[in-house]
């Protein structure tokens, strides 16, 4: 298996932009993450799914982010509009269910710029 | 609620040293703790996890933690660095229960081995 898949690894957008990140977990795993990092936060969990269906979205920042899993090979994390402070890098991971006593497997991120 | 403190945000140590990156955590009812690993530009990776049993834990590239319960700690250890060691490591714990149970994030530490 070629592991968590997340493109694009680098979006470069204007602020107002709609931005949409894009996750293939590991096939057969059925837990997936959305993560943001950042240097002043940290890792925070934004959203998580099991089964594709959301479990816990407490951490989405505000009503610009949404997510969505369609299928259990494909998830979406939209930011619409995007500011500045979104800047970050976006983790998508996945795991065979959820990953409180299992390994998280993650993706290599996405660095979002908004100008 | 659960806080995940990591002691140091940078460790610098030179090659075929000894290494100690320190966590702590706020409470120590029913929880399982993991170190994970990123190395630059990647995703994170797990070094090893805690989930009950012996509180030494070894695991890859050599690294070992111990769960204290009494300290609340979970301190990564490798006793002779090497260059490749350099990157970031998380310490996170799990708590609660069912779909309650999340699992919080350290800031991090950085550890920079020097040859």
């Known amino acids: 298996d070629a592991g968590v898949i997340q493109s694009p690894r680098h979006e470069v957008t204007e602020m107002g932009q709609e931005v949409t990140l894009r996750c293939k977990p590991i096939?057969?795993?059925?837990?997936l993450f959305w993560y943001r990092q950042t240097m002043m936060r940290g890792l925070e969990l934004l959203i998580y799914?099991?089964?594709?269906?959301?479990?816990?979205d407490s951490g989405m920042p505000e009503d610009r982010f949404s997510a969505k899993m369609p299928n259990a090979s494909f998830s979406t994390l939209k930011i619409q509009p995007s500011e500045p402070r979104d800047s970050a890098v976006y983790f998508c991971?996945?795991?065979?269910?959820?990953?409180?006593?299992?390994?998280?497997?993650f993706g290599q991120g996405t660095r979002l710029t908004v100008v | 609620a659960q806080s995940v403190t990591q002691l140091d945000s940078q460790v610098p140590v030179f090659e075929e040293a000894p290494v100690e990156l320190r966590c702590n955590y706020s409470?120590?009812?029913?929880?399982?703790l993991f170190w994970y690993v990123q190395y630059p530009n990647q995703g994170l990776q797990l070094l090893l996890k805690?989930?009950?049993?012996s509180t030494l834990v070894k695991g890859i590239n050599g690294f070992e933690a111990e769960f204290n319960k009494s300290q609340t700690s979970f301190h990564l250890r490798k006793p002779s660095v090497h260059i490749s060691d350099t990157a970031e490591y998380f310490c996170?714990?799990?708590?609660?229960?069912?779909?309650?149970?999340?699992?919080?994030w350290g800031l991090g530490t950085s550890l920079a081995v020097n040859p």
């Open positions: 991971a996945s795991s065979f269910n959820l990953v409180w006593d299992t390994e998280a497997f």
């Open positions: 096939s057969g795993h059925n837990s």
């Open positions: 799914f099991n089964n594709n269906v959301p479990i816990d």
């Open positions: 409470s120590s009812v029913s929880v399982y």
């Open positions: 805690y989930l009950s049993g």
């Open positions: 996170a714990v799990s708590d609660g229960a069912g779909n309650n149970r999340k699992l919080i």
